[in-house]
Every structure is written in structure tokens, then in C-alpha cells.
């Protein structure tokens, strides 16, 4: 029995640990995520991993963003996505750089993954002054990264997330209007864009009826009168989100 606290107290403590991958079928970069991915929609890759990859013989010489050799895939979470790896050489690196872009679409599945991150590089961005964001408000998020040299593939896994604070909170306003519209601000003052959102179940708009009660009338009595409501059995509108 006097081991019994310390059994106990090791089981409590085994919670806490990160279980590490299996099936891992590639080499793997695991990145620190930081602001080059959403602002950028890419990240510089360290010249020991486009060693391990054998970039030099996938994607020889300097390369720019028209050549077709530089076309990669990007997966993630299921689906498949559009990626270019460019590379450089400047004068003052003894190496050639390479950088991974992949399209807007998956910065905006990224943004929603890591969420923690996503609203710190906000942080950052609205404040005048150069500090270090991360010192302040400091912890990591990763994303492990394979890459299959032979069908130029890389697959993107969120290995470790940071839980947000306020979970439904942030998961809402990730793809709110009003958080597009501060990126905008941020990114290209004077620029006003009306932005788009995806399509929600009418069924939203129950929790929300003393915001938008008016609009779901007008919306039912619309929808009774419409031929192509005896063709479908829901009704799909936009919900105001901001």
C-alpha cells in the first residue's frame, strides 16, 4: 500500500502526455506552425529536410513559380489541394532555398485548425509596436509534414493543437465576416470586399430568432410560394454570422 499514491499519481500524470503517430509512411518534418503559413500561405523548408526529401533531384535548379516541375499536391484532412515548391538562391545563403505555397483555400482550413495561432498572428498584426508575439503569449502548435518524392505529395497532419480558450467561440468567428474583414484591414488598408460565408441549414436560424426573427419570415413566407419547394425537402440561406 505505500506504493499506492505513487501508482496513482503516475497514472494521473500518463494523461498528460502526447501519444506520438503510427503509420507514418514518409519522411516528416514536424513544423513549429507559425505566421508564414496564414500570411504567406506558405513556409520556408530547412535545408536538412529538403535533403532528407531529395529535392535536389525532384526539383533541380533554381525554380520558378511558372516552371511545371514545381506542381505538387498538399492533403489534408481528406482532401487534396494545389501546392508549387519554388526554390532561390540568394547571395548571401551558401544554399539554395526552397519554399512550399499551397492555395488560399487550404490557409483557410489551417486557420481553423490551429485556432490558437491563427488569433495570436491577429494579435500581432494590430499592434503597433515589434515585440516578440510569442514570448508573450507563449505556446506551440505543430504540423507534421511528410512529403513522397515519387508522386510529389505532401501530406499535412495537426499533430498538436492548443485548445482554445473559448472553443465555440473562436470555431464561430473563424469564419465570420467580421474576422475576414479585419484580416482585410490588416492586410490591405482602405480595401472593402463583401465577404463570402458558407451556406447553413435554415435550422440555424432557430438559435438565433431574436436576431434574425424578421428575416426567417420573410424566408418561410418566400420559400411556401417558390415552385422548388415541393423539390426539396431543406431549405438552405445565409446566416448572418457578424
Known sequence: MPNAPLVSLRRRNKQTEKIERTGVKFPLWRKKV???????????????????????RV??????????????????????????????????????????????ELVSRLKESFLMSHMRDLESRLRDDTTDIESQIPFWEFLDIEFDHRTKTFNFVAHYKQLPTFP?????????????????????????????QDWRPRAMFETRRNHVAPFTAHIDSWFKASPISNSIDVAEVKVPTA
Open 168 to 196: 465555440n467561440l473562436f470555431k464561430s468567428l473563424i469564419g465570420s465576416p467580421a474576422i475576414k474583414r479585419l484580416e482585410d484591414e490588416i492586410t490591405h488598408p482602405g480595401l472593402f470586399r463583401i465577404q463570402k
Open 34 to 56: 507559425d505566421n508564414s503559413i496564414f500570411r504567406d500561405a506558405g513556409t520556408t523548408i530547412p535545408n536538412w529536410v529538403c535533403a532528407l526529401w531529395k529535392f535536389d
Open 59 to 104: 526539383f533541380p535548379g533554381i525554380l520558378n513559380s511558372k516552371n511545371p516541375v514545381t506542381a505538387v499536391s498538399v492533403t489534408f484532412e481528406g482532401r487534396s489541394y494545389k501546392g508549387r515548391v519554388v526554390s532561390t538562391h540568394p547571395k548571401v545563403r551558401a544554399n539554395q532555398v526552397y519554399r512550399l505555397y499551397f492555395e488560399d
